[in-house]
């Protein structure tokens, strides 16, 4: 369906009317986007890995867990060469690449990628669907040449 000529109206169509409210943190996620997505099945949401999962750590976070994969200080971004472990520095390149899509700038570790490297290296559930709505509700700000990422090809 991707190569269809109506795939990227459809997208283009979904990008650009998207509106994506975050709720209070005390909020109980809704299971609809994430399972009209095939991210959870209704059976998942209602368990408690979906709903005490994470959709982003707050800056105190990043600074005291960077230390354990990387070098320096970390302030809101950081070089991915000061990533030690070079696993880690290829799951960051596949973060970029595809979850946080920032095409060809793939030289800084971001916040939002550390939050995806943290989830994965740390155990800590994150909510995939809120993640993704929030990633999705940014597009309006986005260039018109911009790359839409929705994966590797």
Not at 24 to 30: G, S, T, V
Not at 43 to 71: K, N, Q
Not at 124 to 150: D, K, M, V, W
């Amino acid at each position: 369906m991707t190569y269809a000529p109506q795939y990227r109206i459809i997208t283009v169509e979904f990008l650009s009317t998207f509106r994506y409210m975050p709720q209070a943190p005390d909020f109980q996620p809704q299971p609809e986007f994430g399972s009209v997505l095939g991210l959870y099945t209704e059976e998942e949401t209602h368990m408690p890995i979906y709903t005490t999962a994470i959709h982003t750590a707050e800056d105190a976070v990043f600074s005291a867990w960077w230390p354990r994969i990387g070098d320096d200080a970390f302030v809101r971004s950081a070089w991915v060469t000061r990533i030690r472990d070079p696993l880690i520095r290829y799951l960051h390149r596949c973060i970029a690449s595809s979850v946080t899509g920032r095409g060809m700038s793939q030289e800084w570790c971001t916040s939002q990628d550390l939050f995806f490297l943290y989830c994965t290296l740390s155990g800590r559930p994150c909510n995939l669907a809120r993640c993704l709505a929030e990633y999705f509700s940014t597009y309006y700000h986005r260039q018109e040449r911009g790359l839409i990422y929705g994966g590797c090809m």
